[in-house]
């Protein structure tokens, strides 16, 4: 049995991930190909109650070096039980964020060290990456919008506006750095033209 395709999803707030992801589900079903659909941070039992507490705006103060350790330890359990496993029977993993959001929150956002960063993907990793990452983007004001127009803000949302700028520069430097795994898709166009722009990266993936 051939190991399976991993596949992740990124962007900052409010780009469109959530909505692309089922998309792609749908669209690589379509294709008879069984996937796993998952998110960071998340996934596992443990690693939803790291997400409750990485997201909850009432806890204390959480340093950057706690912050970074919760999701790497987050990604930790993720990766042993469910992404690998998955990946060995096979079975293609659709994942909604991963070690890129790490660069672009902690690393650009956060203004963490890479060096450090690199180390704890190492760690975790080893030598795993995504086959393939779509990095969703657009204008941070496009998508600030979209999300705040929906609930109560959790800690990352109630950021502020040049923290987004951060994220976003340092998911493009990313993709600059990456071009052969990061493919960047505009989503300030209706949805429709983001979708044919995804089948064609996918499709392009497949074959
Ligand atoms: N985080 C971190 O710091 N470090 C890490 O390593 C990891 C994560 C892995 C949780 O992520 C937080 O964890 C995240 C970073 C941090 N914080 N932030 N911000 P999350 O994935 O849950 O958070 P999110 O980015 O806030 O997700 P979101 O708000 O759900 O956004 P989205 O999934 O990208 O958007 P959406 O729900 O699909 O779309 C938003 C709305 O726009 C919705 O009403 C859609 O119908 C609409 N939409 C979507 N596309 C279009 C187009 N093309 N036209 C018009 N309207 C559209």
Redesign the pocket.
């Known amino acids: 049995m051939p190991r399976g395709k991993f596949i992740t999803l990124e962007?900052?707030?409010?780009?469109?991930?959530?909505?692309?992801l089922t998309f792609i589900e749908n669209y690589l079903k379509l294709h008879n190909i069984s996937v796993v659909v998952t998110?960071?941070?998340g996934g596992t039992l443990l690693a939803e109650k790291l997400r409750q507490l990485?997201?909850d705006n009432d806890s204390e103060t959480i340093t950057e070096e706690a912050?970074l350790l919760m999701?790497f330890a987050a990604r930790a359990q993720h990766l042993k039980l469910v992404i690998e496993p998955a990946l060995s029977k096979g079975q293609w993993v659709l994942c909604?964020?991963?070690?890129d959001?790490?660069f672009a929150?902690?690393g650009g956002g956060r203004n963490m060290k890479i060096s450090t960063i690199e180390w704890l993907e190492t760690l975790v990793q080893g030598n795993l990456r995504p086959d393939l990452t779509l990095l969703?983007d657009a204008p941070i004001e496009v998508?600030m919008e979209?999300?705040r127009?929906?609930n109560i803000l959790?800690r990352?949302?109630s950021e502020k506006k040049s923290f987004f700028e951060q994220v976003r520069r340092a998911y493009l430097l990313q993709a600059e750095l990456h071009p052969d795994r990061i493919k960047v898709i505009k989503?300030n166009?209706?949805?429709v033209d983001?979708e044919n722009e995804i089948v064609n990266v996918i499709g392009t993936f497949i074959k």
């Open positions: 962007g900052g707030e409010g780009v469109g991930k959530t909505t692309n998110r960071e941070p990485l997201l912050e999701v909604d964020r991963f070690t959001a790490t929150y902690q969703l998508g979209r999300a127009s929906r959790d990352f949302e989503t166009q209706p949805l983001v």
